[in-house]
């Protein structure tokens, strides 16, 4: 903990680019898994394919998407974007399945009851299913954001990783301080934004009994 005090402008800068690397990867997967989740749902067979694809995705091993990408997009290994990139397909291929999942639990009654009162397809989508199955999606989303805390340490193996870069020095250093200090921030960071997302998934379905989180 000394190490931690000692040092906390310099773990304040790695804690930034850290929770920057985490948290770009899910917001844009979250605009990319939302729609095209919704839209295969409706087609079985490019859900099945949707969902073998998701899987064969987050099967890569990280740092070899790390080695992979560079040459592909045409950036440097040691780009935050490099990073950046690989969250994203992975965020994307957890949420992807994540949507249509989510919105398989909505009650069928409640489905029959917008297309008995006229609601539209993207109307019912919107107001109804997307609302409804928030509490399912949570959990899962709930799961990316912690991975993706996690993850990011890894991409100091090639130079960008935030907290990471703790892990790395202090194996070079023979310092186990600094890989305490690493642990215990990116554990923290992870505790802390889990709990942001399930309270706000709360506030936005404020209809659902309270239970366990």
């Known amino acids: 903990m000394r190490y931690l005090f000692e040092n906390a402008a310099e773990i304040w800068g790695y804690?930034?680019?850290h929770l920057y690397l985490a948290?770009?990867?899910?917001?844009?997967g979250l605009v990319i898994a939302v729609p095209v989740g919704t839209l295969v749902r409706r087609v079985p067979w490019l859900r099945r394919v949707t969902v073998t694809l998701?899987?064969?995705v987050y099967t890569v091993p990280s740092l070899a998407l790390f080695v992979i990408i560079p040459p592909i997009v045409g950036i440097a290994t040691i780009d935050p974007l490099n990073v950046i990139i690989a969250l994203t397909l992975y965020s994307t291929a957890l949420l992807v399945i994540a949507v249509p999942a989510a919105l398989d639990s909505v009650p069928a009654a409640v489905l029959d009851s917008a297309d008995a009162v006229g609601f539209g397809p993207l109307r019912r989508t919107l107001t109804?299913?997307?609302p409804l199955a928030l509490p399912v999606f949570v959990s899962t989303l709930r799961v990316v954001v912690v991975t993706n805390i996690a993850m990011v340490s890894v991409g100091a193996l090639v130079g960008v990783g935030g907290l990471g870069k703790l892990f790395t020095q202090g194996y070079q250093r023979d310092y186990p301080d600094e890989i305490i200090a690493g642990i215990v921030v990116t554990l923290v960071l992870a505790l802390i934004f889990d709990r942001v997302v399930y309270l706000l998934g709360r506030l936005a379905t404020p209809w659902v009994t309270k239970g366990a989180s």
Do not use: H, Q
């Open 15 to 17: 804690t930034r680019e």
């Open 23 to 28: 948290l770009i990867p899910l917001l844009v």
């Open 54 to 56: 998701s899987g064969l």
């Open 128 to 130: 109804v299913d997307l």
